[in-house]
């Protein structure tokens, strides 16, 4: 057997030559190109945007919408601690009072003044809590999508998106709680403690 | 004698040669790829052009005869489907080998239970029942052995050519032809003496 031969063509080898020609009709007869859909060439040219791409749009939506529920929540959150403040401690005040002219007093009692009418025409609400409702009809817009048929990468973003708004909420909620204090309305005097264990 | 000529005459490193046409093949491969993946049709069919007998080879080595080009235009039409997934793009001739193997090997999965029809059946043609004859006694040899053969004698391709094509490294494909062309023979043999 020609080693040559057999490797690169070169000399010749009757042996290899005789199998070569027995097997020319199996050999490729060289058919057309399969045609191709062109959804997969879409996909193949949207599948190399690679990861800054693919992340950058979501990133970008969820950065916007915490920024628009900010601007919602952060004023509306003030006006209603100024509102509730002086109001909540004269009623608990008032309370403990009652308390302590009863043997046993009732274990929690709901303080009776909760409406916060009053309140708001003891204190003049700045005009931009008007602009509040217009702000959460334009998040209760964006919320009324699902009906879209999403594919499965925008259903991906779409739930990273909404995991991006729900830290954004809690780390929110966390920088008010330090900045405002504990809500006062949440809190039980110590004294109002005292006589329910009694 | 100056310090830099002692030095290349003790440091006698044989001038390494670097291959030129392996070296183009390998660019053309890339090019061809960012082509496909940016939509080009041309490009695929060049491709094609390209990597067809070496995949017409593998499937011809596992699967009947008369589903090999089906197989063939499957191969290449998931190759193109999951072109994103390919990492080194100059490895695409080793790719395509391994779809082409994945799928010859899904063929017999999905295969239903049924009595195959012989490939001489419907050719009166004695060249190609001899050619039948010798595909099924290469069919017989090793894994490794008769893709390598069938590529060498029923594609025409050189051992060089299937080495650059399937990713394997010269020297497997050249121990694959010989120990290959040695078992060829014995049992070609024994079917004569038969």
Partial sequence: ?198 | MPDSELTSQVFAFPAREFPAAAAATVSIQAELVDRISAGDEEAFGELYRMYAPMAHGIVLARVPRNDVDDIVQEVFISAYENLATLKNKDAVGSWLAMIARNRAAEYFRRARPMDEIPDEIGQDDAERTEANEILAAIRTLPEAYKETIVLRLVEGMTGQEIAEQTGLTPDSVRVNLHRGMRLLRDKLGIEVKR
């Fill in chain 1, 1 to 198: 057997m020609n080693e040559e031969y057999l490797w690169n063509k070169k000399g010749s080898d009757p042996e290899i030559e005789i199998l070569e020609n027995a097997l020319k009709p199996l050999r490729f007869a060289g058919s057309v190109p399969p045609r191709l859909p062109a959804r997969v060439a879409e996909r193949n040219k949207a599948s190399r945007r690679g990861f800054f791409g693919f992340w950058l749009a979501p990133a970008f939506a969820a950065v916007a919408v915490a920024i628009v529920g900010l601007a919602v929540y952060w004023p509306a959150s003030r006006v209603t601690n100024i509102a509730t403040g002086p109001e909540d401690s004269s009623v608990l005040s008032g309370k403990t009072e009652v308390t302590k002219s009863e043997e046993r007093p009732a274990p929690i009692t709901v303080p009776p003044v909760q409406k916060p009418a009053p309140i708001v025409t003891l204190y003049k609400v700045p005009k931009r809590r008007t602009l509040r409702p217009t702000n959460l009809v334009a998040v209760k817009s964006v919320r009324k999508a699902p009906h879209v048929k999403l594919t499965k990468e925008e259903e991906y973003a779409y739930s990273q998106l909404m995991l991006a708004l729900a830290i954004t909420s809690s780390k929110l909620k966390i920088v008010k709680d330090t900045l405002d204090g504990p809500d006062a309305r949440t809190m039980v005097p110590i004294k109002e403690k005292d006589a329910f264990r009694k």
